[in-house]
């Protein structure tokens, strides 16, 4: 991880967002949302600046924060998103509909192990989105890869789980078993013959996942 300096010093370079995307970060800030942190979302968000999908899986949309940051680069995207929680579905939607960008974004209700038909009627993306439960991220990537183009990327957010996956010794079990798993996904997935990965360590670690074309 950066250090804490220049982390701050970076994050102090960033823009402020606009008013609607401003009051989505307190919200988050004050309940507790693990939005992405903003230098991951930043470098997700300028990768998508130079792929330029069209379309775009989310899995995990939470209050709909970093889908509405997608669609602002990404006027001509649609976005689909998946979640779960049915708290923050009504929060996410709220929120999508004050956007003027609401018409990109298609909330997927329910849990992404068992939504595959659903999302395979919007198929094929270009980009796919993976930020939702850490335990799952295998699944979720072998499921919905799939549905991914050829040449298209896939985005695998808190893979470095704040630095934690190069910690020796973690004496909590639930958080050693989730570490645990994080660590082997990310060496299925850096060893993984259909894709070149490379893991970021901004944010809470960002994984590029690019898919191998058919010819070089
Ligand atoms: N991408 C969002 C943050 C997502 S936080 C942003 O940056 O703005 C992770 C979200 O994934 C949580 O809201 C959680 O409820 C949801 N989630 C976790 N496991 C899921 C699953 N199996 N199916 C659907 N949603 C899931
Ligand atoms: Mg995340």
């Known amino acids: 991880m950066l250090n804490e300096k220049l982390h701050s010093y970076i994050e102090g370079l960033i823009s402020e967002r606009n008013l609607l995307l401003t009051e989505m970060e307190n919200y988050a800030s004050v309940h507790n949302v693990p939005i992405m ?12 600046r130079i792929h330029h ?5 989310e899995v995990g949309t939470a209050i709909g ?21 049915l708290e923050r579905i009504q ?14 974004i298609t909330l997927i209700k329910g849990d992404a192990l068992e939504v ?21 991220y295998k699944k979720f990537f072998e499921i919905y890869s799939k ?3 050829n040449d298209g990327m896939i985005i695998t957010d808190n893979v470095l789980f704040k630095g934690l996956v190069a910690e020796p010794v973690i004496e909590t079990k639930r958080i050693r078993n989730l ?7 990310n060496h299925w997935l850096m060893s993984h013959p259909s894709y070149d990965t490379v893991i970021l360590p901004v ?3 960002v994984a590029i996942s690019k898919r191998r074309g058919e010819s070089i």
């Open 53 to 57: 999908p069209q379309k775009i899986l």
């Open 203 to 205: 944010g809470d670690g």
């Open 65 to 85: 924060y970093s889908a509405l940051r997608m669609v602002h680069v990404l006027p001509n995207a649609q976005i689909v998103t998946i979640e779960r929680d």
């Open 179 to 185: 570490v645990k798993k994080i660590d082997e996904f």
């Open 91 to 104: 929060v996410a939607e709220q929120f999508i509909n004050r956007s003027e960008h609401s018409d990109q």
């Open 37 to 48: 942190e903003l230098s991951g979302i930043e470098t997700m968000l300028q990768l998508l």
């Open 147 to 149: 549905y991914l183009n």
């Open 116 to 136: 595959e038909d659903a999302i395979s009627r919007h198929a094929p993306f270009d980009v796919i989105f993976i930020d939702a439960a850490k335990g799952q």
